[in-house]
Every structure is written in structure tokens, then in C-alpha cells.
């Protein structure tokens, strides 16, 4: 199994890709929010809007703001496309995730899975 460092490598190496990809399927990109501190996590898990064991504790998870035309994609919907594609750069190593698929849909959330 691979270890902590070596998934947030991995996350790191496939980030470039993630955005030409976005590129590439016609949206403009800023970027969200990727490294979260624990007492930010837990805050936010009080006001039901995170989890307190969010990946981006672990520098494993980014949110993608997706424009089209200089509108904001707000729904998950919009994400589809990425996500999938995202989800297909899983490999033996690790799993990518994303966050469309949630019980609570956080369709511009994109992660590499960790226990």
C-alpha cells in the first residue's frame, strides 16, 4: 500500500493533468480550496459543510471552480465530465474521487482516496 507521501505525489503529478483536461472540455478554471487546516475541517463539519476528516487535511483534495463563457458551473452536473474523466485516472496505487458521486454531491471536489 502505498504510503501518504507517495499518494500526495501522486495527486500532485495528475493536478496539471486534471486542469488541461478541464481545458480541454471548453471550461475556464480558478482554483478552490486545496490545503485545509484540521481546526478549518472541524468548523466546518459543525456548520454541516465539510467533514472534520476532509482530504484536504492531508493535501489529497482540491475544489475546481468550472466557468463556461464567464459563468460559474455551480451545479455537480456541470463537473460530470471531469469527474468521470478523473475517476478513470484511478490505478493500482490509488483511487481517484470525485466528489459528484458524495451522498451529499460536491461536484467540484476532486480527491485521491486515503483511510
Known amino acids: 500500500m502505498p504510503t501518504l507521501r507517495q499518494k500526495q505525489s501522486a495527486f500532485a503529478k495528475l493536478l496539471p493533468r486534471l486542469l488541461d483536461k478541464a481545458h480541454e472540455l471548453g471550461f475556464e478554471i480558478t482554483l478552490g480550496e486545496a490545503y485545509r487546516s484540521q481546526e478549518e475541517a472541524e468548523r466546518l463539519a459543525k ?3 465539510g467533514t472534520k476528516n ?3 487535511t ?7 471552480n468550472l466557468f463556461k463563457n464567464g459563468k ?3 451545479s455537480s452536473g456541470s463537473h460530470q465530465p471531469l469527474g468521470e474523466w ?3 485516472q484511478s490505478t ?24
Do not use: M, V
Not at 58 to 64: E, F, P, R, S, T
Not at 99 to 114: C, L, Q, S, V
Open 92 to 115: 493500482s496505487e490509488h483511487t481517484c474521487a470525485w466528489g459528484g458521486r458524495f451522498k451529499r454531491a460536491d461536484g467540484n471536489h476532486y480527491e485521491i482516496k486515503h483511510p
Open 54 to 56: 476532509s482530504l484536504h
Open 47 to 49: 456548520l454541516g459543510k
Open 58 to 64: 492531508l493535501k489529497l483534495a482540491i475544489d475546481l
Open 72 to 74: 460559474y458551473q455551480a
Open 86 to 88: 478523473w475517476e478513470k
